[in-house]
């Protein structure tokens, strides 16, 4: 019967007799993921000149690996370069050595993190649960889910995640000593979730039994807590005793009192909505992962694993399954902690939302295998009756609507895959400023000077894609640099505007056509954060005075682009105040 050989595909558990079912679906978990690699390839080359958000912070510093003569004396690329984990600084600096572009590799690399990742969430499942279309449930919804956030797109340390945690749990689960390489390799890409891997170990010797607690008497358990927790020290332990030339970090008193980090800011972390704050919050929050719609099923496992007469497909999930109640349990623990401890560990977002992707893609295709079964069972107890054709439309309808809803909802959202890729506008601009010397400043408070360190590798004064505030060595000078770069731009004076541009060695200044202009000002939200600056700025042009900037660019424009004009400020530096006063407003 057709139904049973569905059944047989969907349900059964992998044996050795059944392997072509095994590689069927991995092949097909594998296509998935590659399919939307390939949508993410053609975004990124489909011009010259685009770049991923974050990757404008992370990636844009390692073309001094390319030319070391690059960004000299430039506190933001200094200051990116020194948070870059070790691990990830020397993969793309090895690439960089075989001749490949940082920010090329940078495009290349995410679907193929993508495509890891997806095997080894597809292995990952099948340990906890033999059965292969589990798998291939689980490894899709994890994949989708990375692809409707811009977590894999930008190749940053977080990217490299997924892969390295998804193999140090399967790697554990099977006790392998590649647990070990897989946990050093978390550390020197991204390591916060070493205590999350640490503390998963801890619990290993832990599980429930009938609602009790049980303790392991299986002295290997204990030896991988001992051996993982020397491998989590000694890779951590570079890291506790580095020295930053940026510190210290913020405390959450401090934060609390800058707009940065509240409604509006640049990194918002404050919420007055409680809710918000704790389970939704993208910094702050638990963020329980509910995109794509089908992990809500993954809620209702633990419901179903207390009826295995009702769902007999329970007695095939193995008792690994408690690695995801060590795992849940150990990201939340440290979640509260970096609460408690707020910025000395980061984000407590970080140790949630990655961890809780894992355990919903896994529980909610368990679930839905199980249900499934149930289904199947059901109907087969027709077999002899009226309700037999009824019965069969029915379970194959549902396993209809569960494919056909798996891999159609994504072609319902207008951003998937998710990259959050810029492309740059003028690349007329670009190619002016990599024509000038390396040793160049350019000033701007427009977001396109967010671009120039990637596209033209020239340093900025400043650009909000780089206010990053969690270190104050770093911050504070950010700040000060930008409050004074507003305060020149719309200042009156021509000395005040000169002096700047000495005290800071500006060799460009790039300017919007509507950039001195009131209604500019009131959109900008980003300049809305340096309140005395922009307040002086508004005062000015709505009291109807003009900044000196309006009188200088007739005689010092060098470069006009569309709604850009790049000012040299050697002219500037060079013009009389009689001389700029003479020029009509």
Same mark, same amino acid.
């Given at each position: 019967?057709?139904?049973?050989?569905?059944?047989?595909?969907? @349900?059964?558990?992998?044996?050795?007799? $059944?392997?072509?079912?095994?590689?069927?679906?991995?092949?097909?978990?594998?296509?998935?993921?590659?399919?939307?690699?390939?949508?993410?390839?053609?975004?990124?080359?489909?011009?010259?000149?685009?770049?991923?958000?974050?990757?404008?912070?992370?990636?844009?510093?390692?073309?001094?690996?390319?030319?070391?003569?690059? &960004?000299?004396?430039?506190?933001?690329?200094?200051?990116?370069?020194?948070?870059?984990?070790?691990?990830?600084?020397?993969?793309?600096?090895?690439?960089?050595?075989?001749?490949?572009?940082?920010?090329?590799?940078?495009?290349?690399?995410?679907?193929?993190?993508?495509?890891?990742?997806?095997?080894?969430?597809?292995?990952?499942?099948? =340990?906890?649960?033999? @059965?292969?279309?589990?798998?291939?449930?689980?490894?899709?919804?994890?994949?989708? $889910?990375?692809?409707? +956030?811009?977590?894999?797109?930008?190749?940053?340390?977080?990217?490299?995640?997924?892969?390295?945690?998804?193999?140090?749990?399967?790697?554990?689960?099977?006790?392998?000593?590649?647990?070990?390489?897989?946990?050093?390799?978390?550390?020197?890409?991204?390591?916060?979730?070493?205590?999350?891997? @640490?503390?998963?170990?801890?619990?290993?010797?832990?599980?429930?039994?009938?609602?009790?607690?049980?303790?392991?008497?299986?002295?290997?358990?204990?030896?991988?807590?001992?051996?993982?927790?020397?491998?989590?020290?000694?890779?951590?332990?570079?890291?506790?005793?580095?020295?930053?030339?940026?510190?210290?970090?913020?405390?959450?008193?401090?934060?609390?009192?800058?707009?940065?980090?509240?409604?509006?800011?640049?990194?918002?972390?404050?919420?007055?909505?409680?809710?918000?704050?704790?389970?939704?919050?993208?910094?702050?929050?638990?963020?329980?992962?509910? !995109?794509?719609?089908?992990?809500?099923?993954?809620?209702?496992?633990?419901?179903?694993?207390?009826?295995?007469?009702?769902?007999?497909?329970?007695?095939?999930?193995?008792?690994?399954?408690?690695?995801?109640?060590?795992?849940?349990?150990?990201?939340?623990?440290?979640?509260?902690?970096?609460?408690?401890?707020?910025?000395?560990?980061? +984000?407590?977002?970080?140790?949630?939302?990655?961890?809780?992707?894992?355990?919903?893609?896994?529980?909610?295709?368990?679930?839905?295998?199980?249900? +499934?079964?149930?289904?199947?069972?059901?109907?087969?107890?027709?077999?002899?009756?009226?309700?037999?054709?009824?019965?069969?439309?029915?379970?194959?309808?549902?396993?209809?609507? +569960?494919?056909?809803?798996?891999?159609?909802?994504?072609?319902?959202?207008?951003?998937?895959?998710?990259?959050?890729?810029?492309?740059?506008?003028?690349?007329?601009?670009?190619?002016?400023?990599?024509?000038?010397?390396?040793?160049?400043?350019?000033?701007?408070?427009?977001?396109?000077?967010? $671009?120039?360190?990637?596209?033209?590798?020239?340093?900025?004064?400043?650009?909000?894609?780089?206010?990053?505030?969690?270190?104050?060595?770093?911050?504070?000078?950010?700040?000060?640099?930008?409050?004074?770069?507003?305060?020149?731009?719309?200042?009156?004076?021509?000395?005040?505007?000169?002096? &700047?541009?000495?005290?800071?060695?500006? !060799?460009?200044?790039?300017?919007? $056509? =509507?950039?001195?202009?009131?209604?500019?000002?009131?959109?900008? !939200?980003?300049?809305?954060?340096?309140?005395?600056?922009?307040?002086?700025?508004?005062?000015?042009?709505?009291?109807?005075?003009?900044?000196?900037?309006?009188?200088?660019?007739?005689?010092?424009?060098?470069?006009?682009? !569309?709604?850009?004009?790049? @000012?040299?400020?050697?002219?500037?530096?060079?013009?009389?105040?009689?001389?700029?006063?003479?020029?009509?407003?």
């Amino acid at each position: 019967m057709f139904r049973n050989s569905v059944q047989t595909w969907l @349900v059964a558990p992998t044996t050795h007799r $059944n392997r072509h079912i095994y590689w069927f679906w991995f092949a097909a978990s594998a296509i998935v993921a590659g399919t939307y690699g390939l949508e993410v390839w053609q975004q990124a080359f489909s011009t010259e000149f685009v770049v991923s958000d974050d990757t404008r912070q992370h990636v844009f510093w390692m073309q001094r690996f390319i030319d070391p003569e690059l &960004f000299p004396n430039d506190s933001i690329a200094d200051y990116f370069q020194s948070v870059a984990p070790r691990g990830y600084t020397e993969f793309y600096r090895l690439f960089a050595k075989l001749g490949i572009d940082p920010l090329l590799t940078s495009k290349l690399i995410p679907p193929i993190l993508g495509l890891i990742s997806t095997s080894c969430c597809f292995l990952l499942c099948l =340990e906890i649960f033999p @059965v292969p279309a589990a798998g291939f449930l689980a490894s899709v919804l994890f994949t989708q $889910n990375l692809w409707m +956030l811009d977590v894999l797109s930008a190749a940053t340390p977080r990217a490299f995640l997924n892969p390295l945690f998804l193999a140090f749990l399967y790697y554990l689960i099977r006790r392998s000593p590649w647990c070990f390489i897989a946990l050093a390799a978390i550390g020197l890409f991204y390591p916060q979730y070493v205590l999350v891997s @640490v503390g998963v170990l801890i619990l290993t010797p832990l599980s429930l039994e009938k609602g009790r607690l049980k303790i392991s008497r299986d002295r290997r358990e204990y030896w991988f807590c001992i051996l993982g927790s020397i491998v989590a020290f000694l890779v951590l332990l570079p890291y506790a005793l580095k020295t930053s030339d940026f510190a210290p970090t913020i405390t959450a008193a401090e934060a609390r009192l800058m707009p940065e980090f509240l409604p509006g800011g640049r990194v918002r972390f404050f919420y007055e909505d409680f809710g918000r704050y704790w389970l939704n919050g993208g910094r702050s929050g638990i963020q329980i992962p509910f !995109d794509p719609p089908l992990l809500v099923a993954g809620m209702i496992l633990p419901v179903l694993l207390h009826f295995p007469d009702r769902f007999p497909l329970v007695v095939a999930v193995r008792s690994h399954l408690k690695i995801l109640g060590h795992l849940t349990l150990s990201s939340l623990g440290l979640f509260f902690v970096a609460h408690a401890l707020l910025f000395k560990l980061h +984000l407590p977002s970080r140790y949630t939302q990655h961890s809780l992707r894992v355990i919903m893609s896994l529980s909610a295709a368990i679930a839905l295998i199980i249900l +499934l079964d149930s289904i199947f069972r059901w109907a087969t107890g027709f077999q002899h009756s009226s309700f037999w054709l009824r019965s069969e439309a029915l379970s194959l309808g549902a396993v209809a609507i +569960l494919l056909g809803y798996l891999m159609l909802y994504p072609t319902s959202l207008s951003n998937f895959p998710k990259t959050n890729y810029q492309f740059g506008s003028t690349p007329e601009l670009y190619q002016f400023f990599a024509r000038q010397p390396k040793e160049i400043s350019i000033a701007s408070i427009s977001s396109e000077a967010n $671009n120039l360190p990637t596209f033209a590798h020239r340093s900025i004064i400043s650009g909000q894609e780089y206010a990053i505030p969690y270190h104050l060595g770093y911050y504070r000078s950010f700040q000060s640099g930008t409050s004074e770069l507003i305060q020149a731009q719309y200042t009156e004076s021509l000395l005040e505007l000169q002096n &700047f541009i000495k005290t800071y060695e500006i !060799d460009f200044w790039l300017l919007e $056509n =509507e950039t001195l202009t009131l209604d500019y000002i009131e959109k900008n !939200d980003w300049m809305k954060q340096y309140s005395k600056a922009t307040q002086q700025a508004i005062k000015l042009l709505e009291e109807g005075r003009s900044p000196a900037f309006k009188s200088v660019l007739e005689r010092c424009s060098k470069f006009q682009l !569309d709604s850009f004009t790049v @000012v040299p400020t050697e002219c500037v530096l060079n013009l009389s105040r009689l001389a700029v006063e003479s020029v009509p407003p």
